[in-house]
Structure formats: structure tokens, C-alpha cells
């Protein structure tokens, strides 16, 4: 399943990419996540619960936040087991600056579901990854906003 989008938020590249390193942060803005143990630098073993319309399910395992040699860049990699089934996926995030205070987020990855999650059809996935990537985003915000003061 393709997965692709982009969100304007009032912060530099910099910025996100430092609240994007921080453990508390990560767990804060991931929509579902419920427990969160860092394994190493930027890498996690999680906890989540994800409730979005049929997708109601506990999974765990583990993401990471991978910074890139090009600039602004980081790719999340999300790997989830549960009773739905699994979810394996590979974001890639581009930061573009388009003021001093102003970014935005473009982000293209690809998510293999298996189990019940795959036999839900790509529109109602694509629907909940939608809410997903919105929430992370808003949440992001926040923090943000809330660091900023």
C-alpha cells in the first residue's frame, strides 16, 4: 500500500528534526502508542493501540526514526504485529523550508498489512493512514507550539 501526503507546520527543519530525536516526543505524537522503550539511539520497542473506524487492535514491535545523509530528511520505519495482523512500513519525510518559520513535510513510503488489516481493501486503509498521518502531524504541532514557549 502506497502511502503519500504532506503538512504545513510553523517550525524550521531543524526543529522538527531535534523533537523527532526525542523519546517523550515520539510517544506524545505517534497516534496508538502506549508504551514506549527506547532500544537505542532512535530506535523503539512499542506498545500501541490503534482504534479508526474497522481498525480497532493491540500491536506491538518496534519503530525507528532514521535521520538521512540528505538534508532535512529522515525515514520512519514501523514494524507491528497484532491480532489484526501485521503492518510493515518504510516513510521517507522531506522537509522543505518555505519560510524562516514555515515547513513542509512531504512523506511517500510504502506499508505491507497482512491478516484482517490486508483483507479490509486499500480504500479503508488508506482512509485510516490518512487519520494517522493527520494526527501524528496536529500532535506535532503541538509540541512544537509547546517547546517554542
Not at 11 to 18: V, Y
Not at 127 to 138: A, M, Q
Amino acid at each position: 500500500m502506497k502511502i503519500d501526503g504532506n503538512y504545513t507546520l510553523e517550525t524550521t527543519p531543524e526543529d522538527f528534526l531535534k523533537l523527532i530525536q526525542d523519546p517523550e516526543t515520539v510517544k506524545k505524537v505517534t497516534p496508538g502508542i502506549k508504551e514506549l522503550e527506547e532500544t537505542g539511539p532512535n530506535r523503539y520497542n512499542i506498545v500501541s493501540e490503534v482504534r479508526v473506524g474497522p481498525v480497532n487492535g493491540k500491536f506491538k514491535g518496534t519503530l525507528s526514526v532514521n535521520l538521512k545523509e540528505e538534508e532535512n530528511t529522515c525515514m520512519l520505519e514501523v514494524d507491528q504485529k497484532g491480532d489484526m495482523g501485521n503492518v510493515v512500513a518504510e516513510i521517507d519525510m522531506k522537509l522543505l523550508a518555505i519560510s524562516e518559520k514555515e515547513i513542509i513535510a512531504k512523506y511517500k513510503g510504502e506499508a505491507k498489512v497482512s491478516g484482517k488489516l490486508a483483507s479490509m481493501g486499500q480504500r479503508i486503509m488508506s482512509g485510516v493512514v490518512s487519520t494517522l498521518s493527520k494526527r501524528f502531524f496536529k500532535d506535532m504541532e503541538k509540541e512544537l507550539k509547546a517547546k517554542q514557549q
